[in-house]
């Protein structure tokens, strides 16, 4: 019943974020794909988390914990001073573009404008950042 649930929330959450997006929908040869991929994401983003909160809980129960609460809040805190460390040491491009981004939540074309660089080179930092972020957190087991 719960699976059943997460897959009806995830399409749901799919359906919403494209009538968020609907001004940017492609035309009609893509639409498919286009829903394809938001859902592809979802359930990525999911998945990770779902991972996250099961390691989480997994350590609580085995080590005996007298406080999950005490648990997630110090793995929060290491995994946000792991991110922020790994955050400062991209070359400067490569930080401003990934916190434009993720922070201040710019599209890739008006990151291009503030940074005065192509789409493309906006394309290549972002990327370039979660690479490096993902080797990190795959060295520190995160993911």
Request: glycine letters at 2%; aromatic letters at 8%.
């Amino acid at each position: 019943m719960q699976n059943i649930e997460i897959a009806e929330d995830l399409v749901q959450e799919t359906f919403l974020r494209l009538w968020q997006k609907r001004q940017q929908v492609p035309g009609s040869h893509n639409f498919p794909a286009y829903i394809f991929q938001i859902a592809y994401h979802l359930v990525i983003d999911w998945a990770r988390k779902n991972q996250v909160h099961k390691r989480i809980l997994q350590k609580a129960v085995i080590n005996e914990q007298p406080s999950l609460m005490t648990e997630c809040e110090t793995e929060f805190d290491e995994l946000t001073a792991i991110i922020v460390k790994n955050i400062k040491a991209l070359p400067p491009a490569m930080q401003q573009a990934f916190l434009l981004h993720r922070t201040a939540n710019l599209t890739y074309k008006e990151i291009a404008s503030v940074m005065g660089i192509t789409k493309k080179s906006v394309e290549k930092h972002i990327s370039g950042a979660l690479k490096r972020l993902r080797r990190e957190l795959y060295k520190v087991d995160f993911l």
